[in-house]
């Protein structure tokens, strides 16, 4: 599928909704993807883009940058707090602070470097104990805590179970973000996007749909 495709899909599934197509960032997600469909993506006029790691992002979006000038790039995989320093010099927006130890790092930081990316909080709405993220009943006080250190907190993520109805996840996810004062959903990807905007998603993480399948590592 091509990128416009995408694009016509999700501003449908946001009309549909009732809701404005310009209030839903797609976010293409290159991750492991050959360099070569990267670029075609970026000259197909695409600018914000996520990878689940550091190091890799490290290694082909400074170029990028170069040729094609500023990129939005958005974290979307697990952060460790070694890590961490790099992250926010590469990174535009960081979705996967899910814990404590992490925030207190990124509180640290950004009053080292002056400055801190946008931060959504990673909500484990599933409580699967494989993935990141906080739990719905730890929420409320990790976000309270990151507010209290003044980092931008600016939404929630979620990963739903696989092979579930996401859509119990995407209105547990809008609840505590409603709860809690935050606009800002990240949630849906290539197999789920429409049914995340039909529940309010504000950014999309799509991969495969706009790349084509992963070549695995
Ligand atoms: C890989 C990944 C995506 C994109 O997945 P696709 O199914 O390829 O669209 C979205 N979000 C996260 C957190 C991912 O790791």
């Known amino acids: 599928m091509t990128l416009d495709t995408i694009k016509a899909r999700a501003a449908q599934a946001a009309r549909q909704a009732g809701r404005n197509p310009g209030d839903v960032t797609l976010i293409a997600v290159s991750k492991v993807q050959p360099l070569d469909r990267i670029r075609s993506v970026l000259t197909e006029g695409q600018r914000i883009f996520g990878e ?31 890590k961490a320093r ?11 602070v899910d814990r404590p130890k992490l925030v207190n790092t990124l509180i640290r930081l950004a009053q080292d470097i002056g400055s801190c990316p946008q931060l959504f909080i990673q909500i484990n709405t599933g409580a699967e104990p494989q993935k990141a993220g906080v739990l719905p009943q730890d929420a409320d006080s990790l976000i309270r805590a990151a507010q209290d250190g003044d980092l931008p907190v600016v939404g929630l993520m979620c990963i739903p179970p696989a092979d579930f109805d996401p859509a119990p996840h995407f209105d547990m996810l809008r609840q505590i973000a409603h709860r809690n004062g935050l606009s800002g959903l ?30 695995p590592a």
């Not at 790099?86 to 996967?96: D, R, V, Y």
């Open 52 to 82: 689940n790691k550091v190091q890799e992002a490290q290694g082909k979006w400074p170029g990028f940058r170069e040729t094609f000038g500023a990129v939005d790039l958005h974290l979307i995989g697990p952060l460790q707090t070694n």
């Open 86 to 96: 790099s992250a926010m010099e590469l990174f535009n927006t960081i979705h996967t």
């Open 186 to 215: 990240s949630m849906g990807m290539s197999g789920d996007f429409e049914t995340a905007i039909a529940h309010g998603a504000t950014h999309i993480r799509v991969g495969s749909a706009i790349f084509g399948d992963r070549v």
